[in-house]
C-alpha cells in the first residue's frame, strides 16, 4: 500500500518561502516511470497543478509559477519537497501530494493534504 504524507508549517509569512515535505511509504520515489507532483487547490477553486519530480530526478513546473517553485527530493529518506518563493495570500491552499504513473493522466495515490496559510 502506497501513502504520501504532507508535512510542513500551516501559517507562512508573506514574501517568505513556503516548505513543505512529501513523506512516501510503501514505494520507493525512484520506481522507474513514476512521476511525483505538487498539487494545491485555493478556497473555493478548483485543484491547480504546481509540478513535478521524476523517478530520475528531473523536475518540471507549471509555467505560471515556475519562477518561484523548486522541487527537491532526499532518496535516502524517500522524501520530496516543495518550495515556493515569494508567497502572497494567493498562495494559500490545502497543499496535497501525489504519484502518477508516466502515460497516465490520473494521480493514483494522494495524500490527505495540508492547510498552508499566507498571512502577517
Known amino acids: 500500500q502506497v501513502q504520501l504524507q504532507e508535512s510542513g508549517p500551516g501559517l507562512v509569512n508573506p514574501s517568505q518561502t513556503l516548505s513543505l515535505t512529501c513523506t512516501v511509504s510503501?514505494?520507493?520515489?525512484?520506481?522507474?516511470?513514476?512521476?511525483w507532483s505538487w498539487i494545491r487547490q485555493p478556497p473555493g477553486k478548483g485543484l491547480e497543478w504546481i509540478g513535478y519530480?521524476?523517478?530520475?530526478?528531473?523536475?518540471y513546473y507549471s509555467p505560471s509559477l515556475k519562477s518561484r517553485t523548486s522541487i527537491s527530493r532526499d532518496t535516502s529518506k524517500n522524501q520530496f519537497t516543495l518550495q515556493l518563493s515569494s508567497v502572497t495570500p494567493e498562495d494559500t491552499a490545502v497543499y496535497y501530494c501525489?504519484?502518477?504513473?508516466?502515460?497516465?493522466?490520473?494521480?493514483?495515490?494522494w495524500g490527505q493534504g495540508t492547510q498552508v496559510t499566507v498571512s502577517s
Open positions: 510503501g514505494d520507493s520515489i525512484t520506481t522507474y516511470n513514476y512521476y
Open positions: 501525489a504519484r502518477r504513473v508516466g502515460g497516465a493522466t490520473l494521480y493514483d495515490y
Open positions: 519530480i521524476a523517478y530520475s530526478g528531473g523536475a
